[in-house]
Each structure stands twice: as structure tokens, then as C-alpha cells.
């Protein structure tokens, strides 16, 4: 879709500006191409592009101009007062169109950088990034999660301004756990608090702070990791989850294979959605986890249940794509790999079909272990099913196992059972 331009006189720089931007315009197809999408989708998208022509020509707006503020004065000012001849107006889409405008410009070397928080406090985070990244080794998500904590904290107490690292002292540092503590519901996820804080805390020392005092101020809350029951679908409930699956409409067959993923073979959702069509041995029966949890590869055999569901999957629904990934997604960006967070949400829709009142994914894999355990299964069979790499992670489940708990149980006080015994001895 070429880009309109002005016809009318004394507009040679717009004119220009806009060649320019035409420029631009295969490589912004191709990666939307690249991307999975659709060719109508690719058209929709390019009209926001000319759209935007439009206006930089009518404005005398230049292409080195560009940015995220750019983008937000076209939308939020243009749009809603829009007259020109384009049927690109929906905001929402505009944005995300211009959104991957942003991206090949940038690419290309044609705007300018994503902008770079030049704040002392901004500057000191990508330093601490780098040294988690670096030194540490921490995933990304664990890095974003630990230097959302810490910028919290720097910014309540230095704003845009200078960072004062002696200024933090362990009192201020109890308050502000205190106020985060607010936002957590359980001492598990606290702890993630803890965790960022000793961290940045303890990177500080080696730069020469000290540190000893705010590495005490804060504790991990007491969690008794074998307190509570292991939650899990009771027998009937599965059943209902069961039937509930092998309905007609989108996306269904792909949901029937993931529950199934969870319930038969007790996966994590990061798992489900990481596995690969190379591992599946459709002869010989078994799937192969790679990149788990433990760091290791298992194979385990695949359940003529679990199989049949995601054979009907690649035969009848998923889209092709350029990757060898099982689940695929079915909407743009199709050559995306998913990932856990869709998992958790299809699982989410299952029990809501099924009229379950459920909503972790996590759930059927502690339901897998229970029905191993009233099945007969011995705990290290539970364990080796599970892939824990140590038998006190599978010891929870012991509390689950009503049949060796019955073995052991003493008479409760006072019980005809309990003067039996006593006659006995």
C-alpha cells in the first residue's frame, strides 16, 4: 500500500519526509509477515502507517521525530477529530500499528533510541541489572521482578533526585517492607520482597557501602512449607473435568491437550508450553521434557489419553507456523511461541466449563499425585513421576496417603478401640 502524497505546492520537505517513511515500508511488512500474521492483518496495519503519512505531511511533522510521544499526539489528539480519507482510525489498533512502526524504525536506524530513564535512580538500576545479568546470572524475569522492588524503594525515598545510599537506614528499610507487605497475601510471595532487597543490599556492599545492618532489617516470614494440605480435585471433580472436555469451538481441541497434559502426565504449565514436536516418539510411545525445571531431561510414556488429545489437536486445529513448538497460537503473532501464562488461562477456562470452582493450573499436577498415592503408589514412585530431584519435595503428599495413614494411626482416647488395647496390654 504506497503512501499518499501532497500534490500541493511548498510542501517539498513533507514530501520528502513521507518518501522516506515509504521507504520503510517492506521492511515493516516483512516483519509483520514474520511475524505470523495474516495479509489482512498486514493491510490494516499498513493504512494506520499511510494514515499516519497523512497527518505528518498536513502537520509538517518530520521522521526523525518519531517516538512513543509522537505516536501518543496522533492518536489521542489527531484521531478523535480525524477527517482525512482513511478508514485507519480505531485507536487501539492504530497504536499497535504504530507500535511496530516504532520497532523496524528503530531497527533501521532511522529515529532515534527508546529513551533511557536519566534519572539517578534510573541509571542506577540498569547498573544493577547488569550486574545480575552479568555476575548472578538471573533469568530476566527474575531480574524484572527484583528491580521492580528496588526502584519502588529508591524512588520513595530520592524521587528524581540524587541517590544517598547512606540515607537508607534499617528503620526506613522495616517501613517500607511494611508497606509492601500490603501487597501480598502470602508469606511465600513476600518473600520475593526479602529477596530483592538483600540482593541490591548485598551488590551495594561491593561497591564499597555498608550494608550489614540493611541485610538484617528485613526476614523471611515464617512459611511452613508442609503446613497445609496439598489441594488437589477430589475424584468426582475430575470426572467432572473429564466430561466437560471433547467440546466444539475455538481453541478447543488445544485446550482438551493441555488439560490432559496437566491431569495425565502432571506438567507445569511452563512445560506444556515449551514442548516440542520433535518430543514426542508417537512409535514408541514416550515424550521427552526437556529444559524442566531440575535442569535435566526425563522421559516418561505418553498415555494413550494424553495422546490421542494432542494427535486430534495437530491434526484438526493448530495453524501451521514456522516453529516446532506443540501448542501454537491462533491468533497474531502466530510464530510467537506461547507461553505459560496461556496455559494457565485455558486451564482457568476448563473449569469454568466444567462449572469447577478452581482456578490454578497447578492443582492437577497435586491432583496427578493423589491419584498415584490411591492407586498404590509408593512416595518415590509419586517422586519419580513428578521429576523431583528430592524425596522431602515429594513428603507432602505423605499426608495425602490415607491408606499407609491408617496403619499407623493410634486409638483416640477414651474410644472402645483404646480400652481394647488397654485390656490387651
Same mark, same amino acid.
Not at 520528502?16 to 520503510?24: M, P, T
Not at 477456562?349 to 497447578?362: K, V
Given at each position: ?94 497504536? /499497535?500499528? $504504530? *507500535? ?5 524504525? +528503530?531497527? !533501521?536506524? &532511522? ?5 533511557? #530513564? ?124 473429564? /466430561?466437560? $472436555? *471433547? ?5 478447543? +481441541?488445544? !485446550?482438551? &491437550? ?5 491431569? #495425565? ?161
Amino acid at each position: 500500500m504506497p503512501i499518499p502524497r501532497p500534490s500541493r505546492s511548498g510542501t517539498s520537505g513533507c514530501t520528502s519526509n513521507c518518501a522516506q517513511l515509504e521507504r520503510h515500508l517492506p521492511a515493516y511488512r516483512e516483519y509483520l509477515l514474520d511475524r505470523g500474521n495474516a495479509a489482512g492483518y498486514v493491510r490494516c496495519r499498513e493504512a494506520a502507517v499511510a494514515h499516519l503519512s497523512m497527518w505528518m505531511a498536513q502537520a509538517d511533522k518530520r521522521l526523525a521525530n518519531i517516538d512513543e510521544g509522537f505516536v501518543t499526539d496522533f492518536v489521542e489528539r489527531h484521531l478523535p477529530r480525524c477527517k482525512c480519507a482513511t478508514v485507519a482510525r480505531h485507536p487501539a489498533s492504530v497504536r /499497535a500499528a $504504530l *507500535g511496530h512502526l516504532l520497532v523496524v524504525l +528503530r531497527a !533501521a536506524g &532511522a529515529i532515534a533510541p527508546m529513551p533511557q #530513564d536519566a534519572t539517578p535512580v534510573g541509571q542506577e538500576l540498569r547498573c544493577y541489572d547488569q550486574y545480575m545479568a552479568q555476575v548472578r546470572g538471573l533469568a530476566p524475569k527474575t531480574r524484572e521482578g527484583g528491580l521492580r522492588v528496588v526502584e519502588a524503594l529508591l524512588r520513595k525515598h530520592f524521587g528524581d533526585g540524587d541517590i544517598q545510599f547512606e540515607a537508607i537506614t534499617p528503620e526506613r528499610v522495616r517501613r517500607f517492607f511494611a508497606s509492601q507487605a500490603r501487597n501480598y497475601t502470602t508469606p511465600s510471595s513476600l518473600g520475593v520482597v526479602v529477596s530483592a532487597l538483600r540482593g541490591y543490599f548485598r551488590w551495594r556492599a561491593t561497591l564499597g557501602d555498608r550494608t550489614h545492618a540493611l541485610v538484617g532489617a528485613v526476614s523471611y516470614p515464617a512459611n511452613w512449607q508442609l503446613a497445609p494440605l496439598p489441594k488437589s480435585l477430589a475424584p468426582e471433580e475430575v470426572e467432572q473435568l473429564i /466430561a466437560s $472436555l *471433547g467440546q466444539t469451538g475455538p481453541s478447543m +481441541r488445544r !485446550a482438551d &491437550a493441555m488439560v490432559r497434559c496437566a491431569l #495425565d502426565l502432571g506438567l507445569r504449565s511452563g512445560e506444556v508450553a515449551r514442548l516440542s514436536l520433535d518430543d514426542i516418539d508417537w512409535e514408541a510411545g514416550t515424550i521427552t521434557l526437556r529444559r524442566t525445571k531440575g535442569r535435566r531431561e526425563d522421559v516418561m510414556p505418553l498415555p494413550l489419553a494424553t495422546g490421542q488429545a494432542i494427535a486430534a489437536y495437530l491434526r484438526d486445529e493448530r495453524p501451521r507456523t514456522q516453529h516446532r513448538m506443540v501448542f501454537a497460537r491462533h491468533m497474531t503473532p502466530r510464530e510467537q511461541p506461547i507461553g505459560p501464562d496461556l496455559v494457565r488461562k485455558t486451564i482457568r477456562q476448563a473449569y469454568a466449563r466444567a462449572g469447577l470452582p478452581h482456578t490454578r493450573a497447578h492443582l492437577l499436577r497435586h491432583t496427578m499425585a493423589s491419584r498415584l498415592l490411591a492407586g498404590g503408589s509408593s512416595l518415590k514412585e509419586v517422586a519419580d513421576v513428578l521429576r523431583h530431584r528430592s524425596l522431602n519435595t515429594t513428603l507432602i503428599y505423605a499426608k495425602l496417603d490415607s491408606r499407609r495413614l491408617v496403619e499407623v494411626a493410634l486409638p483416640w482416647p477414651g474410644s472402645c478401640a483404646a480400652g481394647a488395647a488397654g485390656r490387651q496390654s
